[in-house]
């Protein structure tokens, strides 16, 4: 059964730092690997989406990297800002079985970023 | 990617009542699913929305309690059945447009209060 792990669950940095959000897997039979951020009360926004045979892809100011073999992800913020303030969500689509497209979600990283 | 409407965006219902949820795509997409995001939790699949017949559930999930129709490619309802307070959540309701990628997307959700 797959398991996604994120650390930290909760981060707070002033306005301007760079920072790095951690998911980890433990199948590394993965079909894709989706990052999500969530306002409070809101559904989720797709940011970043890497497929198994990527390394790493970029938006903005967001960099996402996989590495399937050690079943990590880590999402990178370049010079944070307070419009950033979120939960982060990392999910993976795991290969094969009944539940073809499934994302599991990690429980999230709960970032502000203060002025 | 996807726009996708839910209604009602919230409600507050009695318990032993049901809810139907309603979720609308703006273009035929080939998968779509259903999530429970239970309050300070993250997202659990709930079930895929099978076009034609019946969904597929996840383990701890029934049909009885979350009957689910999918009429065509843009359209799909989750009823929650008979109420209890256990069901307060927001429940959301996601697609993936293609299989090139299996990017997910996801609605707004819904609200859903049971007193």
């Known amino acids: 059964k797959q398991e996604v792990t994120q650390i930290p669950a909760a981060l707070s940095v002033p306005e301007g730092e760079n920072l790095v959000l951690n998911c980890s897997f433990t199948?590394?039979?993965?079909?894709?690997l989706q990052w999500f951020r969530q306002d409070p009360g809101k559904g989720l926004t797709s940011l970043l989406l890497?497929?198994?045979?990527?390394r790493e892809q970029t938006s903005g100011r967001l960099n996402a990297s996989l590495d399937k073999s050690s079943g990590r992800s880590t999402l990178y913020i370049a010079a944070s800002q307070p419009g950033d303030s979120a939960t982060y969500l990392c999910?993976?689509?795991?290969?094969?079985?009944?539940?073809?497209?499934?994302?599991?979600f990690g429980q999230g990283t709960i970032l502000t970023v203060h002025p | 990617s996807a726009v996708i409407s839910q209604k009602p965006s919230r409600d507050i219902c009695q318990r032993g009542t049901s809810l139907t949820i309603q979720c609308q795509v703006d273009?035929?997409?080939?998968?779509m699913f259903w999530y429970r995001q239970q309050p300070g939790q993250s997202l659990t699949l709930i079930a895929t929305?099978?076009?034609?017949?019946?969904?597929?559930?996840e383990s701890g999930f029934v049909i009885d309690k979350f009957p689910i129709s999918r009429p065509n490619l843009t359209f799909s309802t989750l009823t929650v059945s008979n109420m209890s307070p256990e069901d307060s959540s927001i429940y959301l309701c996601?697609?993936?447009?293609?299989?090139?990628?299996?990017?997910?997307?996801f609605g707004p959700g819904t609200r859903l209060t049971v007193t």
């Open positions: 996601s697609v993936v447009p293609g299989l090139s990628s299996y990017e997910q997307y």
């Open positions: 199948d590394s039979a993965i079909y894709n």
């Open positions: 890497i497929q198994s045979s990527q």
């Open positions: 999910a993976v689509i795991s290969m094969g079985g009944t539940s073809y497209g499934k994302l599991t």
């Open positions: 273009s035929q997409v080939t998968m």
């Open positions: 929305a099978n076009q034609g017949s019946e969904a597929t559930y």
